[in-house]
Nanobody, 112 residues
Framework: VQLEESGGGLVQPGGSLRLSCAAS????????MSWYRQAPGKERELVAL????????TYADSVKGRFLISRDNAKNTVYLQMNSLKPEDTAVYYC??????WGKGTLVTVSS
């Protein structure tokens, strides 16, 4: 199982970023996928989850209405569209699959 995140970077408050997680080594369409984040000095937290077909999603209250999780099972990729970014969204964002499989993370910094 391999999960590789990309798309992080520095963005101003109010800006947008789209994260991608390319998955390999397993039957991607058979697994729910999640995004987590860990801010400096804080515990890792669930940001969003998407079911196998993409028909159902769940979000942390702190990102509802601003973030959108999606997936493309043909490309074995899960996305996190992040809009109206705030400084408190600054964190390392991780892709996760059940069974304790994590990517290495991608850093998102929201700052002016």
């Amino acid at each position: 199982v391999q999960l590789e995140e990309s798309g992080g970077g520095l963005v101003q408050p109010g800006g947008s970023l789209r994260l991608s997680c390319a998955a390999s080594g397993f039957s991607f369409s058979s697994y729910h996928m999640s995004w987590y984040r860990q801010a400096p000095g804080k515990e890792r937290e669930l940001v969003a989850l998407i079911t196998t077909s993409g028909g159902s999603t769940t979000y942390a209250d702190s990102v509802k209405g601003r973030f959108l999780i999606s997936r493309d099972n043909a490309k074995n990729t899960v996305y996190l569209q992040m809009n109206s970014l705030k400084p408190e969204d600054t964190a390392v964002y991780y892709c996760y699959r059940r069974g304790n499989f994590w990517g290495k993370g991608t850093l998102v910094t929201v700052s002016s």
